[in-house]
């Protein structure tokens, strides 16, 4: 069974960090370093929006505007985990946090910041 299964996320204040993991399992990942991955977010009621992706080296990252310079994407193929460490949060990060690879999505985690 191919699962994405994400963790970490949770209610903090404006200003402080988290970090999302994102763990691969099943026959389709076997290959985990192959496949460029990302983290995704979504608000109800808006369209789901691109955060982050890494490549299968780990070796090339792109990141949206509005989390450039205080969220970072890294991944541990060892672990077929990949990761986005997020600092100097606000309100607006507020949203379900997806991660996304090979065609697959996981069931996200919610992140919540107060102000």
């Known amino acids: 069974q191919v699962q994405l299964v994400e963790s970490g996320g949770g209610l903090v204040q404006a200003g402080d960090s988290l970090r999302l993991s994102c763990a691969a399992s099943g026959r389709t990942f076997s290959s985990y370093a192959l496949y460029r991955m990302a983290w995704h977010r979504q608000v109800p009621g808006r369209e789901r929006e691109f955060v982050a992706s890494i490549s299968g080296s780990g070796a090339n990252s792109n990141y949206a505007d509005s989390v450039r310079g205080r969220f970072t994407i890294s991944r541990d193929n060892a672990k077929k985990t990949m990761y986005l460490q997020m600092n100097s949060l606000k309100p607006e990060d507020t949203a379900v946090y997806y991660c996304?690879?090979?065609?697959?999505w996981g069931q996200g985690t919610q992140v919540t910041v107060s102000s």
């Open positions: 996304y690879g090979n065609a697959y």
